[in-house]
């Protein structure tokens, strides 16, 4: 596929503009900073498209590895919430949990599906608006969900939006993204023998879920 063969020159690229940014601020033209700095920002960008790409690869030829292992969730929570609020100041985040609230899975593939959920909330909230991350056992699972009080997504969206590439009014799934990162959450969760789903509703905001086994 395509994807494989951009991994090794965007790496590449990556580095360069790495350095580019270290070395930004000697330079006095505040344009050529800016230029630098827009350019990062989309190098970036370039590499989680090209990460979905491969991810929805492996996806469809059966071969998204999953390794499982015990760990606490909530542990997790605390980690990728503290991450965004750094990175956004503009929104509070509110974490909730039991601790420890361990679960049988992929730390690091759980946090993909994590975190992308919280920048979708992050990024479709008004300013100054609540974000909501809580996880709580229920009967044999554990239910991770997150909560935004944006625009929210009409009913007749709330299962295709985690169909591959569907570009929908949701907005999700607009933007300048493929419409891969749902379904590549969705497909995780599935391989974990999980749950995932979205309660929305337009004008009110929305919560997507996912549950996992307990351990």
Known sequence: MAS??????LTA???FTELLEK???????????LYIAAMGTEVDRLYGLVHDMLDTSKIRAG?????RSRFDIGNLIDEITTD???????????????????????RLRINQVLTNFLTNA????????IVNVSASKTGQHVTVSVQDFGIGIAKNQHQRIFDPFYQGKSP???GRGLGLGLYICAQIIKLHKGKIWVESQPGVGSTFFFSLPRS
């Open 84 to 106: 965004m609020r750094l990175l956004d100041t503009k929104r509070p985040i509110v974490a909730a949990h039991p601790s420890p609230l361990y679960v049988q899975g992929d």
């Open 4 to 9: 494989h063969e951009l991994k090794t020159p």
């Open 23 to 33: 070395r930004a601020r000697l330079i006095k033209d505040p344009k050529i900073r």
């Open 63 to 67: 071969k998204l590895e999953i390794f």
């Open 172 to 174: 999700y799934q607009l």
């Open 13 to 15: 690229i990556m580095g």
């Open 122 to 129: 992050v990024k479709y909230s008004p300013k100054n608006s």
